[in-house]
Every structure is written in C-alpha cells, then in structure tokens.
C-alpha cells in the first residue's frame, strides 16, 4: 500500500506527563534550500501569512480532537504555553497530535504531527 501525505508537515514523537503543565517550551521550524546537490542549507521559516497556531490533540479511540490549544509565535519559532488543565488526559497511553499554524484567508499549515506519548 502506498501512502501519500498532502502537507509537509515532519513526524515527530512526544513524550508528555500526565496533569504537568508545559512551559515556554519553543520550538524552532526550518526551511532546507537546496542550492545544488552537495550542499543543503537551512533557513528560518517565516511563517509567511501568519495569523494564529495550534497544537491539536487527537484521541484515535474516540475518533476526534479532544484538545486545542493556542500557540504563540516568535521570529522561527512557535511557543507552548499549556495549563496543568489543557495536559490532563483521562489515562496514559498514545494520543496523535498536529502542530501549525493558520494563514490569511484560514489555509491551516501542518508543520509537525505524530504520536504524543501521555506517561
């Protein structure tokens, strides 16, 4: 079976712990611009249209988020800022998330999504 993703977004793991409250937490986003075969460099990614960002959390056994939260942007970097609240799940175990960022005109970005560890 051939899989297809339609965004760019990179899978990431996440380890969490249960009811901890997650604290200016940054992280930085890239751009690869090949400027020939040898040599790749990154560049900062701008966030170009930027309105708003996100941090979905997807529970797979319910079928459906069950958290959004808000994120903030600085220069390359989206910040996490999440209450004890916002990060208390009901068990342990594997949740799915997605993180982006909303452009003008409401086009979501995914930027990085994949399995958020709840320990």
Known sequence: MIRHRLFDGVEQQLDVFNGQAILDFEMQFFTEECTDELEDTE??????????????????????????????????????????????FDENGNYWYVIGYVQTGGYEIALRYGLLKVI
């Open 43 to 88: 560049e900062d990614f701008t966030f170009p249209g930027y309105v708003s960002s996100y941090f979905r959390i997807y529970n797979e056994r319910l079928g459906r988020v069950i958290k959004t939260i808000a994120l903030s942007q600085s220069g390359a970097s989206l910040i996490v800022n999440a209450s004890v609240s916002e990060m208390t």
